[in-house]
C-alpha cells in the first residue's frame, strides 16, 4: 500500500534536486508511518531531510562535495521550515548553515575570493549598497548579508538577497591561489574497488608529500571530521550526536 504525499512545492524541489523519485518517498513514508503512528507526515519530512543530510557527510567524495550537498539540502530545509511549517525562526537556522556552506565550498576552491552582495531593490534603505567583503571575512563574520534591512523583518527578503563571487586575480590576469590545491578523488568510496583505490592514492600522494604539507593535510583531514561532527549535533541535538558518534 502506497501512503498519500501532501507535496508541496519545496518537497518537490527538494527531491528534485537529489533526483530522488517520489516512490522511494512514498515507500519511506509507508514504513515510517508504521513504526510512528502518532506522528504527522511533517515529522517524517523532517526527520528524513536530516537522514538524507547525514548520508550525504558519508558519500561525499571531496571536502567540495560536501559544502554543495550541505550547501543545497540547508536551503531546502529553510525553505520547507519557513514556508511550509510557517516556522521562520528555525527557518533561519538553515538559512544561515546555506549561507556558510555555500562560503565554504567557495572557500575549498583555495581561490582568492570576494563576496558581493547587492541590497534588496524594494527597501528604500538599501536598495542601492553593495557589499563587498573578502571571503574569509564572510566566512569568520558568520552572519546573513542584510540581515538589517527593515525588510529582513520578516526574513523573507533574506531569501533572496543576490550575492555572487568574484576571483581576486594577479597582475597577469591569473587567479591567486589561497594554499595548494588538494586534487579531487573520484573514487566512490561506498564500493570495495573505490575504497581500495582510495586508499592507494592517499599512500601515494601522502608518501610525497613533505613534513609541513603532511602536517595541513592532516589539519584539513581533521577540520572535515569536526564539520561533520558539527553538522551531525546541529542536525541532531545532543543525544542523537552522541548515539551516532558511538556507532
Ligand atoms: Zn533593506
Excluded at 518517498?25 to 513504526?35: D, I, Y
Excluded at 584539513?220 to 548515539?243: N, P
Aim: with cysteine.
Amino acid at each position: 500500500m502506497s501512503a498519500k504525499i501532501p507535496y508541496s512545492k519545496e518537497l518537490s524541489d527538494f527531491l528534485y534536486s537529489f533526483k530522488i523519485p517520489e516512490e522511494e518517498l512514498s515507500a519511506e513514508f509507508s514504513g515510517w508511518a508504521n513504526t510512528n503512528p502518532e506522528k504527522s507526515f511533517d515529522d517524517f519530512v523532517w526527520n528524513y531531510f536530516k537522514e538524507k543530510a547525514i548520508s550525504f557527510t558519508k558519500s561525499a567524495n571531496s571536502e567540495s562535495e560536501l559544502y554543495a550537498n550541505m550547501r543545497t539540502i540547508y536551503l531546502h530545509m529553510a525553505c520547507y521550515k519557513t514556508y511550509v511549517n510557517d516556522n521562520l525562526k528555525e527557518g533561519i537556522e538553515f538559512l544561515k548553515g546555506h549561507y556558510k556552506y555555500d562560503l565554504l565550498q567557495n572557500q575549498a576552491s583555495s581561490l582568492k575570493m570576494k563576496v558581493s552582495v547587492i541590497g534588496d531593490k524594494d527597501c528604500l534603505k538599501c536598495a542601492n549598497s553593495k557589499l563587498q567583503r573578502t571571503l574569509e571575512y564572510e566566512v569568520n563574520n558568520q552572519r546573513l548579508p542584510f540581515a538589517d534591512c527593515p525588510l529582513s523583518k520578516d526574513g523573507h527578503s533574506l531569501y533572496k538577497a543576490p550575492y555572487g563571487y568574484s576571483v581576486k586575480r594577479d597582475e597577469n590576469g591569473l587567479p591567486v591561489n589561497t594554499i595548494k590545491k588538494i586534487p579531487e578523488r573520484n573514487y566512490n568510496p561506498n564500493t570495495k574497488y573505490g575504497r581500495r583505490k582510495l586508499r592507494e592514492h592517499a599512500r601515494q600522494e601522502y608518501a610525497g608529500l613533505s613534513s609541513k604539507e603532511k602536517l595541513e593535510r592532516n589539519v584539513i583531514a581533521f577540520i572535515i571530521m569536526a564539520i561533520i561532527c558539527l553538522i551531525v549535533w546541529f542536525l541532531l541535538g545532543t543525544e542523537g550526536f552522541l548515539k551516532w558518534s558511538q556507532h
